[in-house]
């Protein structure tokens, strides 16, 4: 067969970080193609005592999209992980097809989850995962420690699923780490304030930078949050093309909605109005003085400023704007970002703060008697509530459950588990189709005693954007699909700067597959190529695009369609053993390809 070839370059270099998305999402612009957009809503039915209520029919319940009731044109039960038909419970079958399959992924954050408590949470996980997973059920494992770690892929096997959990029991957990920071930002606080309040000649309770140690330390710790919540939204968006019933259970020790918040509530209660006092015997504490090399001189000691003069104002901290000073490093709107992609994907979040039951005085038993001044009650429980809230927002959001202050942890996972088992999916064809709007979603039922709990919204997702998950769906699950029947090719890799390889792909296409329209004396069509990498380590690429035209004269076009189409890409990557996954588009039919392939880049220059 004759090939007709075309050659572009598209040179990738694995980044340190993991990009939260690809670098360009334009959507297709040639020709004109008709998706059916079936938007599918899981709901679980409880009575008022949280005991699951079966039996219900289509037409006991109602669904509204944006406030408008919309006509239910899809409606299964399962009951027990069995379908049921007209009310009565279905034969079991010998086994269940992938789209009845309960997926579950268990994503350790060891940057925000101390050992000893991811220890017990991983034992209880194992005992629960042998009690209660059902054959054709799978698990993956993956941890973010600075970067995304697919430690053990998709599998029903119980021996890889424990060796798993107890290979993570063996890495570093960081969850300690802010801890740790969090102190010193508050001894910082304290050191500028004893100061300020040892110069009898300084009238100003709280100096103006007495705040800074505050920003720095909410700063960086919003920056953990933010990659971690960027890994969740790579992995969810990953698992767009993953058959069956999908939940992510988020094990930590909760992230905070507000970092840095209770930093900035222990300077409320220091520098507001009403702390003139020595604040618990913080004036009695004595320390070395020292003066920070950072903060002016001390004033000159003839002159005595007033209490109430302008320029104590303009040099003070009050503590009064602190709470709004927080809300600059919220991270709540990222959370309902990662919620919207969840929901897109068909993704329950599962929250399970591993820390447990926990008592309500602030002060860690290993503080002594200077460190106990950093715990204000207000600024104990606002550190408790600000970990917890944003969990119950990630499960409330997409229909999940968050799991809080609770040693034994086998109950909530059986229910868990039954939400996936015993539940009503109710599908609705929308009046649009990818237009890229978030959309609210509302359940209602007519029995009265009944109590609802499915995903609050959901991402109408243009095409081009679910190519890119399908994307990352064969990068890191090795899902494939290819209706367009593409040959992958791997090249031998030619060394480039700086230790990297320039390693080529070689597409085949068969142009059969393709459709081709007559336009302007020639028949002309479209490919769109996606690609991205990763490595062993998490390192990933982001996805980049290419678009093919294809133009063939008239005269030549019954001899192409015996032929292949050639295209060949150039990637960018460094030594080792790595993984790619492309898409490739057909435009006009909107028929997509995706495929998964290792790639081995070897030091001496060789490549498989």
Known sequence: MKLLPLSGVLLLALPAALPAQPSR??????????????????VAATDRSGRRVTGLKKEDFEILEDGKR?????????????????????????????????????????????????????????????????????????TYDLGLNIRVPFTSDPAAIAK????????????????????????????????????????????HDIVTPAHAYAGARRQEVLRTLDALTVLVNSLSGVPGRKALLHVSDGLPLIPGEEVFQFLAELCSDHSTQDMGGLASVHKPEIRRPDLPPPPDANVTPSPNSEQATMESYKGETAAMDAQAYSVAKNL??????????????????????????????????????????????????????????????????????????????????EDFTTLYSLGFTPLHTGDGRDHTLEVRVKR????????????????????????????????EENPLEVAVEIGDPVAAAKGEYDVPVRLRIPLFKLAILEQQGAFQGKLRVLVATRDEEGGMSAVRQVEVPLNIPRKEVLNAMGQYYLYTLTLRMRSGSQHMALAVRDEIAATTSYLSRPVTVAAAGNAH
């Open 336 to 417: 309902k970002t990662l919620t919207a992609h969840a929901n897109a994907n068909r993704v329950t979040l599962y929250a399970l703060q591993a820390s447990g039951l926990q008592g309500t005085d602030a002060s860690d038993a290993s503080f002594g008697p200077e460190e106990r001044l950093m715990q204000f009650p207000s600024v104990g429980s606002l550190l408790r509530s600000n970990l917890r809230d944003s969990l119950q927002m990630l499960a409330e959001d997409t229909g999940g459950r968050s799991i809080l202050d609770a040693n034994n942890l086998l109950p909530d996972l059986s229910r868990m588990h």
């Open 448 to 479: 009265p005693d009944v109590r609802l709990r499915f995903r609050q919204s959901y991402r109408d997702k243009p095409a081009f954007e679910k190519m890119v998950d399908r994307t990352l769906a064969a990068l890191f699950h090795g899902i």
């Open 25 to 42: 999402l334009t959507a297709p612009s040639f020709g004109e193609s008709v998706e059916v957009n079936v938007v599918n809503v899981d």
């Open 70 to 142: 919309m006509q239910i044109t899809n409606f299964d039960a399962l009951e027990a992980g069995r379908q049921t038909a007209g009310g009565a419970v279905a034969a079991a079958a010998p086994g269940r097809a992938p789209e009845d399959a309960w997926n579950l992924v268990i994503f350790v954050d060891d940057s925000n989850i101390k050992p000893a408590h991811r220890t017990r949470a991983l034992q209880q996980l194992r005992e629960f995962l042998d009690r209660e997973l059902a054959p054709g059920d799978r698990v993956m494992i993956a």
């Open 164 to 207: 798993g959990l107890g290979d993570v029991s063996a890495l570093a957990a960081r969850g300690s780490e802010s801890d740790r920071d969090r102190r010193q930002a508050l001894e910082q606080i304290i050191t500028i304030a004893q100061e300020s309040r040892s110069d009898p000649t300084d009238a100003i309770l709280c100096p």
